[in-house]
């Protein structure tokens, strides 16, 4: 599995960024992808996660209103549109992925536990900065 995110960079309180992450090394839909965060000095926290099965997504109370995850199977391509920034949002974002077991859990359920506790494959960051 590899993992290419991009779209990070500069950006006043109130701006827009999108970034994307290219997703490669499934075979099938029973993956997740999410977007992890890091700001210096702070642990690492689960922004935004997606399923391939069925678009289930999760997202941490600190965005929920102003992110939204989606994915393009076709460019196998998952994108956090990031708006109303805050400078509180500036950190190195990572995508990751995993897969996501078959079985009678619901796919909310798999993206949650695993957009809280991290997922196997990670891409390298990107710095987000938004300046007050």
């Known amino acids: 599995v590899q993992l290419q995110a991009s779209g990070g960079g500069l950006v006043q309180a109130g701006g827009s960024l999108r970034l994307s992450c290219a997703a490669s090394?499934?075979?099938?839909?029973?993956?997740?992808i999410g977007w992890f965060r890091q700001a210096p000095g702070k642990g690492r926290e689960g922004v935004s996660c997606?399923?391939?099965?069925?678009?289930?997504?999760y997202y941490a109370d600190s965005v929920k209103g102003r992110f939204t995850v989606s994915s393009d199977a076709a460019k196998n391509t998952v994108y956090l549109q990031m708006n109303s920034l805050k400078p509180e949002d500036t950190a190195v974002y990572y995508c990751?992925?995993?897969?996501?077991?078959?079985?009678?859990?619901?796919?909310?359920?798999?993206?949650?536990?695993?957009?809280?506790?991290?997922?196997?494959?990670w891409g390298k960051g990107t710095q987000v900065t938004v300046s007050s």
């Open positions: 997606i399923s391939g099965r069925d678009g289930s997504t």
């Open positions: 090394g499934f075979t099938s839909d029973d993956y997740a």
């Open positions: 990751a992925a995993d897969f996501l077991q078959r079985g009678p859990i619901p796919s909310y359920t798999l993206v949650t536990r695993l957009c809280y506790y991290g997922m196997d494959y």
